[in-house]
């Protein structure tokens, strides 16, 4: 960089253009005074070159800067500046970035973009807060906010994020300015506040952002646009924040959607989730969340893979010393619509809630389950889910629907695997659990039984504890067969010595407890615990099937062998299982097949052919063809 000439100098000041003092402002050579007009500056600028027109949809601007007001920023080459009504002050605009019809766009001299907030989810009094930062993922919001009676563990995660925090929006020179960088439009917005904007993000029509980072890429651009207000967030690379949305202390994930006029205050947002129209407070949402309708309320909670129903609520304000309560809705878990529950309460994997339900529930040990309000009760139907052709729909569907065009280390671990060591104990527990009641009902001759302040038929007990046998019978068989081209008596002396435990999944991602809370002390006693993080996240990604494969070979062999590997070897054996399984695979199907034909039935036809021709002609030529085909179970 140069300092302007005197003739420079002139040729600013006939093109309308002022400063406080010239010899403040620097140009890089090349430079050409008559691309910048109307413009103050004040500080100290430094300017880059600028030729050629760039085209917004489809109309030409001259690059260079014109009718702006600059104080103390650095603006790259070929950039647009035209028409910034108040001035922008302190920000580093990055070549090729577009900056048209804004009002104010300001940092401040000690801004950290929002990183120094504290996001409040799960519990609204803020004992599980965590830092906002651009390094958060799922798995480290997680581990953040879950083991808070394992302190140094907690503090050192947070000083993780702090430290990624720091490096993240420091810049080369270490000057306190805000940034937009390459390639990056910002057009027609009101405020613009200690914001850091990445590359090619587009940035349109906005109310007022405040104190926030907006990660982008040029393979996968972020979006805020028309009427947005935020204040301390943070958007992932491929995130949308549009049409009203307000957000507050918020973090949004990777090819997150936020829009429809949703309110989101003290949120996390894991990647590929959807909030419309509704409301979130508190809430923890892993991957793939999605709450499309108007008067939802999701707030002191924690899920994933759910879909929330219209008008769904949760509610911890039963409370006499503070919404202390917090609710978790599994993996899966889905709500109708007028749905609610009382928190505290927590659900098994894939659990369906139909109705009002109080009892404050805790159903971990019966997943695929329906909740169901009948004459103000809560009453069970174990592994009703499991044979439900929308559970299949969307177990299938989640993994075409990953729309992160980047995944690496700043990215969500999902493990999409239904068949896992974590929901085949709690559908294993949920056997045994309901192989006792059935049991006791035999002797006793009940018509029901208590669970909690649930319920649950007879009926409902001895139709799940076939579907849970024939979960983990599918499972057996799967298992078996991925083992075909291997030598399966050497995989069941390895697996021998591995010790069976339960695992957690931890916002996507699976983890046996016993990695989990060694993980934890090697954090809480080590010197180095970025790396610790670093090479646990690694192996949380990489070394799930290997470690998924030891399990289930030792959990068939515990279960149905007694540890006896040349039992479980021989050729009887073996058959058995496949027999077995293959048997439950194909019920199974059919039992999905049966209730999509429902769905095909005549009496579900009869809305079609109001204008007089064939309903069934009119209902076919309709119909998602994704819905129609078969699908696979689990």
Known sequence: MRQLTSKEIESLQANGCNADDWKNISVADGFNPSSVSKTSFSGKCQLGTYSGVTEINGVPFQRGINNARL????????????????????YEIADGAILIDNCEISCNDSSVFGTDTKIAVLNE?????????????????????????????????????????????SRPDGAPRGYIGKNAVVIGCKKIANVWIGENATVKDCSSLENGIVKSSAEDPSTIITDVIAQNFILCNGAKVMDGAIIRNTFVGQNTEVGLGFSSTDTFFSANCQAFHGESCSLFAGPFTVSHHKSTLLIAAMFSFMNAGSATNQSNHYYRL????????????????????????????????????????????LPFSYLIEQNSETWIYPGSSMKSCGTMRDINKWKKRDKRKTIDENSDIINFDVMSPFIVAEVAEGFEFLTEKQHHQRRAGVNYH??????????????????????????????LKSCEKANLKSLYEKASSYEIDKWADIAGAYCSRKKLFGF????????????????????????????????????????????????????????????????????????????????????????YGLDGNDPVGDFNNVQDKDNVADIPVF
Not at 80 to 87: A, D, E, K, L, T
């Open 450 to 479: 208590k669970y909690g302040r649930a319920k649950m038929h007879s009926v409902a007990v001895d139709e799940g504890v076939d579907l849970y046998a024939m979960f983990l019978s599918t499972f057996a068989v799967r298992l």
């Open 322 to 365: 503070g919404p202390n309560h917090e609710g978790v809705l599994q993996r899966g878990s889905k709500t109708a619509s007028g749905s609610y529950v009382l928190w505290p309460a927590v659900t098994g994997v894939f659990t369906l809630v139909k109705g009002k339900h109080g009892g404050n529930l805790d159903t971990r040990k």
């Open 520 to 607: 934890i002390d090697k954090v809480a006693n080590s010197n180095d615990y970025s790396n610790v993080i670093k090479s646990f996240l690694s192996d949380l990604k990489n070394g799930y099937e290997e470690e998924k494969l030891m399990w289930g070979l030792k959990f068939i062999l515990d279960q149905r062998f007694n540890g006896n590997i040349e039992a479980a070897v021989s050729a009887e054996a073996i058959a058995d299982i496949i027999n077995e399984g293959e048997t439950a695979e194909n019920t199974l199907t059919k039992m999905i097949n049966t209730d999509k034909e429902r769905e095909f039935s005549q009496f579900m036809q009869v809305g």
């Open 125 to 169: 009094n803020g004992g599980r807060s965590i830092p906002l930062s651009p390094a958060l993922t799922a798995q480290l919001a997680y581990l953040a906010v879950m083991f808070r009676d394992y302190k140094v563990f907690s503090e050192k995660i947070c000083a993780y994020l702090d430290e990624k925090s720091r490096k993240y929006i």
């Open 71 to 90: 104080h103390n920023c650095v603006v790259g080459n070929d950039t647009v500046i035209n028409g910034i009504s108040r001035y922008i002050s302190n």
